[in-house]
């Protein structure tokens, strides 16, 4: 019982996977390996494949990168890298000079086993043949079920009656990291959906040979004294996956292998569309197709209004841009109701892509709005989109690490922002409710990053192609990047949405590239252009209530990153100070960056009351250590899965703003109440 027969009886019962037993004749007796590992910091410096390997029988070298892959040690049956060790230079160094040899290898009946890697160093497998494909994603998963349970691989490590394979298995972390994504000329043995979608171990067939790529890290047993670093169980399953692994190579090497058929990777279905920037009358619509869809150029959005008038739009796909499209659709009315679909020109029988939204109230119309916003957030299916939508948010700002890219590799950046935006929950808030977005250090491309990172530009490519912000920053004259494309600098924005407007300052592009404006004798966190535009800004808004925003907190994180206002704390108090001066009502700050929701009153610094809200994590990871204390802090709560409802009343005097921070089953974590009378001087 193969292919999907097979998954449908493992996941009809969903039995877990038994435990082990060791063979009692090593399979691997008489075979030879070379390995390449690498102590990651993710694993505690774990490693494990090579006494796994020895313990299986076979005999064990450490992977010669001065050597091609077929003149190792006098010659292996198996090559293996360990878990991550993509990390370290030496892998990428050996793959980029000895591919060929590896596939040469492969195909004179070798076997090459890949463990999981980091996807930011590259999310693809590069020493394929031509006709192979694996490409790895950001998720990280639980479970393995066994797609083809009579492969030797699994039936020797899993039993005939293979169960699923979950994290209970190895005791520490998800099963499949690094799931991947995308695949071709592969045959999936091992995936982490009861269907067979995100693959943790696929096999592919090159002459007499096989590539084995996973997912799993099973590898990771050892700590750098030899001693084992995960239960007993956890230590049966690796010596039994490698156990199989060394028998399997035998039946390779003897001809014996069962033949490979490929698994068709299902079609990649369209990203978005998402609403960008929304105001009274226009709208910015994103969207990218699927794969099969990138050779039709030319779409057309309908726009229906609430009297069933239809406009149409047209727009181009940028295949220089990763095929992602954006309508500019003008001439639509204050707090009105909008459908749309969006389709190629010309061509009928296409299911068209398909939103609606609500444009903004007068900017001086009393009215009621709601807006919602979070940092930190999953690239995995998550309900807390979901309850975005119910809370009946009319628009929602991503305040960063929203997607993590932590990259410079530009395939692996837009990657990341496909696959952020393509999970099924953010997919529905996004084409009915208009967002906007900054980025943080995760989405700027490194932990900790400034703009003295090297990568930036390739983050800001990405960032523009898969946003709708009505500007990105300034371009080389100056002025505000209105296209999305361009030799800009920064991704500096605002919008207004009635009664409030944002201000989505960046802080990480500009940094440690000049002198700073407030204090010369220390480096800039702005730039001297994104402060003089700010200034302006600011000074003419007439919204009633202002979020002065970044991903990054306004005080001392108190770690060792220097990434928050507390390092520029100059330019933050020149800020504070320009709107004390200048008598600006209504500010708030805005922030994200920490994996813990927090509410400070820093009394009255502006000539009145100043409130900080911190809106993280959106995903389920929390850092309680960061929850510091702080003599101005009111509320604070490590929570997991929290974004932040933000409701404005301007049909009442005082104007009122209630910011209630809500996790993903609408508990209410914390609120803070203020009006426009408490924040005037």
């Not at 020493?127 to 083809?148: A, H, Q, S, T």
């Not at 590898?219 to 995960?230: E, R």
């Not at 709005?369 to 119910?390: E, F, H, Y």
């Not at 704390?569 to 800020?575: G, V």
Request: charged share 25%; net charge neutral.
């Amino acid at each position: 019982m193969t292919g999907s027969a097979g998954v449908a009886a493992i996941a009809s019962g969903v039995t877990p996977a038994r435990v082990p037993s060791e063979s009692a004749r090593p399979p691997g007796k008489g075979l030879r390996v070379a390995v390449l590992e690498y102590p990651d910091r993710w694993t505690k410096e774990s490693i494990g494949a090579g006494k796994l390997l020895r313990h299986a029988g076979m005999t064990v070298f450490q992977l010669d990168i001065t050597h091609p892959a077929d003149s190792q040690h006098g010659g292996v049956d198996l090559i293996v890298f360990g878990s991550f060790v993509n990390n370290a230079e030496s892998y990428r160094q050996y793959i980029q000079t000895h591919g060929k040899s590896l596939r040469s290898f492969v195909y004179a009946g070798g076997v090459v086993l890949e463990m999981t890697q980091s996807d930011q160093f590259g999310n693809s497998v590069a020493y394929l043949p031509k006709g192979f494909e694996v490409i790895r994603g950001d998720r990280d998963l639980n479970d393995g079920y066994p797609v083809d349970p009579k492969h030797p691989i699994i039936n020797q490590w899993l039993g005939d009656h293979a169960g699923r394979f979950s994290k209970n298995d190895i005791d520490r972390g998800n099963v499949n990291w690094e799931s991947v994504d995308r695949w071709e000329g592969m045959k999936v043995l091992l995936a982490s959906e009861a269907h067979g979608g995100s693959p943790c171990l696929l096999e592919a067939a090159h002459g007499k040979g096989r590539f084995l790529v996973s997912g799993l890290w099973v590898d990771k047993c050892f700590d750098n004294s030899g001693k084992a670093s995960v239960s007993d169980r956890a230590l049966k399953h690796g010596k039994a996956f490698f156990a199989a692994v060394a028998g399997y190579t035998a039946l390779v090497k003897n001809g014996k292998a069962p033949e490979v058929k490929p698994t068709p990777m299902p079609p990649e279905p369209p990203t978005g569309p998402m609403i960008g920037h929304t105001d009274t009358n226009r709208t910015r619509i994103w969207f990218r197709p699927s794969k099969a869809d990138h050779k039709r150029l030319d779409w057309i959005c309908k726009m229906t209004n609430e009297d069933g008038q239809v406009s149409k739009f047209e727009t181009k796909l940028d295949p220089d841009h990763d095929f992602t499209a954006v309508v500019d659709v003008k001439g639509l009315s204050a707090d009105s109701s909008y459908t749309f679909t969006i389709q190629p020109r010309g061509e009928g029988g296409y299911k068209a892509l398909e939103g609606s939204f609500k444009t903004p109230p007068s900017n001086n119309k009393p009215t009621k709005v709601t807006l919602g916003m979070g940092s930190c957030a999953p690239s995995d299916p998550n309900r807390i989109w979901t309850q975005v939508i119910k809370e009946g948010c009319d628009g929602f700002i991503f305040l960063g690490d929203t997607p993590y890219v932590d990259t410079s590799n530009l395939g692996v950046a837009r990657a990341k922002h496909r696959e952020f935006l393509a999970q099924p929950e953010i997919h529905e808030m996004i084409k009915r409710v208009p967002c906007w977005g900054t980025w943080d250090d995760h989405d700027f491309g490194r932990n900790d990053g400034h703009g003295d990172f090297m990568g930036k530009h390739t983050c800001r490519t990405t960032f523009t192609e898969y946003r709708a912000n009505a500007t990105f920053g300034h371009d080389a004259n100056g002025n505000m990047q209105t296209d999305r494309f361009g030799n800009g600098q920064g991704i500096y924005t605002s919008f207004r949405y009635g009664p409030i407007e944002f201000f989505l300052l960046d802080p990480r592009w500009f940094s440690r590239t000049e002198k700073s404006w407030a204090d010369a004798s220390q480096t800039t966190c702005l730039g001297k252009q994104q402060w003089q535009w700010f200034k302006k800004a600011l000074l003419a808004s007439k919204a009633t209530f202002k979020c002065v925003t970044t991903g990054m907190i306004w005080d001392d994180k108190k770690n060792s990153e220097k990434d928050d206002w507390g390092t520029y704390h100059y330019e933050r108090d020149a800020i504070f100070d320009f709107i004390k001066q200048e008598n600006i009502p209504g500010c708030l700050l805005l922030g994200g960056d920490i994996h813990v929701s927090r509410a400070l009153n820093y009394g009255p610094r502006v000539g009145y009351e100043l409130w900080q809200f911190i809106i993280s994590p959106m995903h389920h990871r929390v850092i309680p250590s960061l929850n510091v204390p702080h003599p101005n802090l009111v509320h604070a709560a490590a929570e997991p899965n929290v974004f932040l409802k933000m409701q404005i009343d301007t049909t009442i005097t005082p104007a009122t703003l209630k910011a209630t921070w809500v996790n993903l089953d609408g508990k209410r974590i914390f609120e803070v109440k203020t009006d426009s009378d408490k924040l005037r001087a």
